[in-house]
């Protein structure tokens, strides 16, 4: 089993930063991509920022400039650096990665989400 786990969300004024961080831990082998995604109340869930095992990164256009994906293999942790915060950033964040584990199966995991509110 492979567990992800988000953490740092919370209330922000607009302008602000959060940092966000995703643990994985569990019977892990390698782990591929990693995504940070969002949905915000009735809306689609929707593809914020990627991160390849080698550390290749893309953004959506809604925050490209503004956030940053990281992450650190040592500790199967990702990270994503909010700035500049605007209102229309607030949604539940999740992680999302694809992992190979121990029993040599490949598959994608995701967290249980931690909540963003930007207030304007």
């Known amino acids: 089993q492979v567990q992800l786990v988000e953490s740092g969300g919370g209330l922000v004024q607009a302008g602000g930063s959060l940092r966000l961080s995703c643990a994985a831990s569990?019977?892990?082998?390698?782990?591929?991509?990693m995504n940070w995604y969002r949905q915000a109340p009735g809306k689609q869930r929707e593809l914020v920022a990627l991160i390849t095992s080698s550390g290749s990164t893309n953004y959506a256009d809604s925050v490209k400039g503004r956030f940053t994906i990281s992450r650190d293999n040592a500790k199967n942790t990702m990270y994503l650096q909010m700035n500049s915060l605007k209102p229309e950033d607030t949604a539940v964040y999740y992680c999302?990665?694809?992992?190979?584990?121990?029993?040599?199966?490949?598959?994608?995991?995701w967290g249980q989400g931690t909540q963003v509110t930007v207030s304007s």
């Open positions: 999302n990665a694809k992992v190979m584990t121990m029993r040599f199966t490949t598959n994608d995991y």
């Open positions: 569990g019977s892990i082998l390698v782990i591929y991509d």
